[in-house]
């Protein structure tokens, strides 16, 4: 992942990061520190969300104050779709787009940064790395790792981070 580009920084460079992610985009264009500090913000959230269900059952994780109703908007609009291993093109295509629009626009005002780019991984089971993530808004990770906690899909990742099944390795799952 970006894990190299991150270690780089120092206090003083992080903290300009931090301040130029408060400015508005058209300020920026294609600005490499920008892309740099979304990197570090976007890779801390992943670590920090998979040591979280790596050390407490998932099905009891409450994400937001709206779980209960971003897991019920979710599952009406996108009842036939697989939680534990995703795949891209039913979050990328023209079609899915289409359809991932109006759900997310629903939730802005309601969860903040609902639009804000993150980390999502592809296989529940798998950790985060360049082959098992791919890039969502906030309201997408939420409603599909809600799903997941509720629907057992990250029982896999807890047991690992608790040291059950250690024999076993998952896709997805780096050393």
Same mark, same amino acid.
């Given at each position: 992942?970006?894990?190299?580009?991150?270690?780089?920084?120092?206090?003083?460079?992080?903290?300009?990061?931090?301040?130029?992610?408060?400015?508005?985009?058209?300020?920026?264009?294609?600005?490499? %520190? =920008?892309?740099? &500090?979304? &990197?570090m913000k976007a890779h801390q959230h992943a670590e920090v $969300?998979? #040591?979280?269900?790596?050390? =407490?059952?998932?099905?009891?994780?409450?994400?937001?104050? @709206?779980?209960? %109703?971003? $897991?019920?908007?979710?599952?009406?609009?996108? /009842? #036939?779709? /697989? =939680?534990? @291993?995703?795949?891209?093109?039913?979050?990328?295509? +023209?079609?899915?787009?289409?359809?991932?629009?109006?759900?997310?626009?629903?939730?802005?005002?309601?969860?903040?940064?609902? *639009?804000?780019?993150?980390?999502l991984r592809l296989d529940s089971r798998g950790e985060y790395?360049?082959? #098992?993530?791919?890039?969502?808004? /906030?309201?997408?990770?939420?409603?599909? +790792?809600?799903?997941? *906690?509720? +629907?057992?899909? #990250?029982?896999?990742?807890?047991?690992?981070?608790?040291?059950?099944?250690?024999?076993?390795?998952s896709h997805g799952v780096e050393s």
């Open positions: 992942m970006a894990a190299a580009g991150l270690a780089g920084l120092g206090p003083g460079e992080a903290a300009a990061a931090a301040q130029a992610l408060s400015l508005p985009a058209e300020s920026f264009g294609n600005d490499p %520190r =920008v892309e740099l &500090a979304w &990197a $969300y998979f #040591n979280l269900i790596s050390s =407490v059952e998932p099905k009891f994780l409450k994400l937001t104050q @709206v779980d209960e %109703r971003i $897991y019920e908007e979710f599952r009406r609009t996108f /009842r #036939n779709l /697989r =939680v534990d @291993v995703l795949d891209p093109e039913e979050l990328k295509s +023209e079609a899915a787009k289409e359809k991932w629009r109006p759900f997310c626009l629903s939730f802005e005002g309601v969860v903040e940064d609902f *639009n804000f780019g993150t980390l790395s360049e082959e #098992n993530s791919i890039l969502a808004t /906030r309201i997408q990770f939420l409603a599909i +790792e809600i799903a997941r *906690n509720r +629907e057992g899909c #990250n029982e896999d990742v807890r047991r690992r981070g608790r040291g059950e099944g250690m024999g076993e390795r």
